[in-house]
Each structure stands twice: as C-alpha cells, then as structure tokens.
C-alpha cells in the first residue's frame, strides 16, 4: 500500500515539476529508500513465518524470535546461506540447461520438427525462457525449505542449551553436530 501511494504522488509530482533535477534527485532517492524496506520487510516476514510454524507465536515476537537467532548466529547462518545461493544458482543453471538442450535434442533429432522450422535457437530460447520461470519457482522451494532447516536446527540447539527442550527429541545423528567439541569451539557447523 505505501508504494502504491508513493507511486501516485510520484507521478503527481512529475507532471507538477517536469525538468526539475531536484525532485527528479529526491524521487530516486526515496524510490530506493522505499525499495529497501520492502527487501528488509520481505526478509524478515520470510523468517517470522518460519518462527511461527516452530513456535507457535504471534507475528511480531515471531519476527523478533527470528531476527535474534540470526544476529546470535551471524556467521552460521551466513555461510550457510551463502552455500544455499551458490546452490540455487548452480540448480537454476542445471535446469535451464537441461531444458536447453532437450529442446534443441528434439528439434534437431525428430524429422517433423526439423523440416518445420529453419533454425532450432528460437525455440531453444523460449525454452530457455521457461527453464528459468520453472527454474526459480523451484529453487525459491528449495530456499525456503533450507531456510527453515537452518533454523529449526539454531533454534534447537538454543533450546537445549537453555534446557527448555525435552530429551530425545532430536534426531540422533545431529547429535554429533551438537556434542563435537571442534565445531562448538569455531562458533561454526561447517
């Protein structure tokens, strides 16, 4: 709603003052401030969901819940997200190419398709196209689900040192993640 308005007033504004450098300036300046917010707001809505599915809270201690099991685990949550975009591109890429070259495959293989057209990189292209749509939906899953694995883990790992969590309810296997004396003393589980 607030870009809404800001757009209206934006286009107010610049019919009101069509050469004016000054306002042209501060309407950039708050288009970007107004950009921002709503990455910052996107961001944290996206870990405050994740909060409210773990426990149960409302919005806005979900949002706060989040935001501190971050900021406490900066550097963890930050290789690991790192780790997270260089494998959402790496699979981005891999789909689009497979698309790619299934489509020139078949158009190029298949005899009517190869006497229909006259070059198959149209085609691909547009496949290419729709690869990468197919492409990001299915990696912002991958994403979110990453996301929120971090955090059960973080949050886990928060509860038990508190001793606000029940015994046995982790999965044995992460139990070496917890109990290793090397990755608890580098602050890091990677």
């Not at 308005?5 to 401030?33: D, P």
């Not at 699979?91 to 057209?117: D, H, N, R, S, Y």
Request: proline share 4%; charged share 15%; aromatic share 12%.
């Amino acid at each position: 709603m607030i870009k809404l308005m800001f757009e209206y007033y934006r286009k107010k504004i610049q019919k009101a003052s069509k050469n004016n450098k000054i306002v042209k300036c501060l309407l950039c300046c708050t288009g970007y401030c107004l950009s921002c917010l709503e990455r910052c707001v996107k961001y944290i809505t996206k870990n405050a969901y994740i909060q409210i599915a773990l426990t149960s809270k409302s919005f806005c201690p979900a949002a706060w819940n989040g935001f501190l099991l971050i900021v406490k685990n900066a550097i963890r949550y930050g290789v690991t997200h790192s780790m997270g975009c260089i494998f959402m591109f790496l699979g981005k890429l891999f789909i689009i190419c497979a698309t790619v070259c299934l489509c020139f495959l078949m158009l190029t293989q298949w005899e009517q398709p190869k006497k229909a057209i006259s070059t198959p990189y149209a085609p691909c292209f547009v496949a290419g196209v729709i690869g990468y749509c197919i492409a990001s939906v299915f990696m912002s899953v991958f994403s979110f689900a990453s996301d929120t694995i971090l955090q059960c883990f973080l949050l886990d790992e928060e509860l038990a040192a508190s001793g606000d969590r029940l015994p046995g309810n982790r999965p044995p296997i992460m139990n070496t993640f917890i109990k290793d004396p090397k990755l608890k003393k580098r602050g890091c589980c990677c």
